[in-house]
């Protein structure tokens, strides 16, 4: 066992775009392939040692600038992955016990659009990353997983969908939102009368404009209802 030990912090980082085999609106993710042993050629979480001047939070956004030219606004710590043994194949290289910070962030429609591809680094359609998760580099598989659970776990019960939405917003597209985390099509009359019965959202009074038939109202999340309970039946499957 090593006597030392060393901090890391990752960000597990997602937006909506659509999936490029169907066209829906999917998961995705940036990972940065690695240049160096341990794991050199493996794709991995954006992330790195912590550096002594900065903050944990400092640390992601320092890193997510870097990597994907990105400032979410929604950056909240995620989970502490400590195991003994999880850096066990970099302890040939740094003899240490390495535990990660992990931060996720949620990156908004506007936001996304600010996104750049940097050196060794390559957004992916979550579904495909998780289905080979035992590829990616360190326990990073098990990281995503967690994260892949906290936020459809999260979704049900809090306004976090709402991250990835502009400010005003059809109920259909937030409907799809809803859909790509979950992974699963949800029936659109329960859905609409279930987040109008929750108060979750409040009519702006304004319609879309553009579409070729009667425009759809224009939404926008209701400051006051902050946290709110969402529940999507099984029988919406």
Partial sequence: MSDRLEL????????????PDTGELT??????????????????????PLAPEQSLVESAQTTLQR???LSPRHLEQLYAFGDVDRSHSADAFSHA???????????????????????????????????????LAFDHGVILDY????????VTYSPIAHAFLPEEF???????????????ALDPSNFR??????GTVEDTGRRQTGT?????????????RSRYILTIQETDQ
């Avoid at 890391?8 to 999936?19: D, E, G, N, Q, Y």
């Avoid at 994260?147 to 999260?154: N, P, Q």
């Fill in 193 to 198: 009368r279930q987040i109008l019965a929750q």
């Fill in 67 to 69: 990597t994907t030219g």
């Fill in 97 to 135: 016990r390495v535990v990660s910070i992990v931060y996720w962030a949620l990156v908004g429609q506007d936001e996304d659009a600010a996104s750049i591809d940097g050196d060794n680094v390559e957004w992916f359609p979550v579904d495909e990353v998780a289905d080979n998760a035992e590829h």
């Fill in 170 to 184: 059809p109920l259909a597209h937030l409907r799809r939102v809803y859909e790509a985390i979950l992974d699963r």
């Fill in 212 to 224: 070729a038939h009667r425009p759809p109202k224009l939404y926008r999340s209701a400051p006051e």
């Fill in 8 to 19: 890391a912090v990752s960000t597990v980082v997602f937006t909506l775009r659509p999936h």
């Fill in 147 to 154: 994260a892949l659970h906290r936020l459809r776990a999260k």
């Fill in 27 to 48: 998961l995705w993710l940036p990972l940065v392939r690695r240049i160096r042993e341990p794991y050199q050629g493996r794709w991995a979480l954006p992330g790195g």
